[in-house]
């Protein structure tokens, strides 16, 4: 089993917007092969590719149905608001209530090139606009207002982000 070491908040990749996958080879295989198992070993629901630190527009993400990926990601329909306390596997330990679209229709490609088109509601719906917000180099902070994001920078300097600790739970 091949995994990465997830990078934490504060890791500059975090905040690169990634470029389009334009081959889909042998080595973007191994790569989501090593996603799975990272996304696994994590307790993630959903891991995008900058956050092993490779800046290309890709994602796995397994909401109980196992594991999967899409290449090249775009949100085609997005409607409604759901309220959710999502997790990231960079921000280890933090969970935010966040409102977002209840449900959206993402199109992209899978390993073969083929096209997929997925509508999901929300978790599913949730973990989407999350994974594409790490693809555009937009964290989960990002998404609270001023005092909540003050609140959470000071949370995340009284941990030791370095040490790596991870805590278990939902994260995406
Ligand atoms: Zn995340």
Redesign the pocket.
């Known amino acids: 089993m091949a995994t990465y070491p997830i990078r934490l908040f504060g890791d500059p990749v975090l905040k690169q917007r990634s470029r389009e996958v334009e081959e889909l080879d042998g080595s973007l295989a191994r790569l989501v092969d090593a996603m799975f198992d990272t996304m696994v070993e994590a307790h993630?629901l959903?891991?995008?590719a900058p956050?092993v630190g490779v800046q290309r527009r890709l994602f796995t993400y397994d909401v109980g149905e196992g594991p999967r990926v899409v290449v090249n990601p775009v949100v085609v329909e997005a409607t409604g608001e759901w309220s959710f306390e999502e997790?990231?596997?960079?921000?280890p330990g933090l969970h935010f209530e966040v409102v977002r679209p209840k449900v959206v229709t993402l199109r992209g490609l899978d390993l073969d090139g083929r096209e997929v088109v997925v509508e999901a509601d929300e978790l599913e719906a949730r973990v989407f606009l999350?994974?594409l917000?790490?693809l555009d180099g937009v964290?989960?902070l990002d998404r609270l207002d001023r005092d909540a994001r003050k609140q959470a920078l000071r949370e995340l300097r009284e941990q030791d982000l370095l040490a790596g600790a991870r805590r278990e739970g939902a994260?995406?």
């Open positions: 993630g959903g891991l995008a956050q997790g990231c596997l960079s921000l999350h994974e917000d790490h964290l989960l994260a995406l």
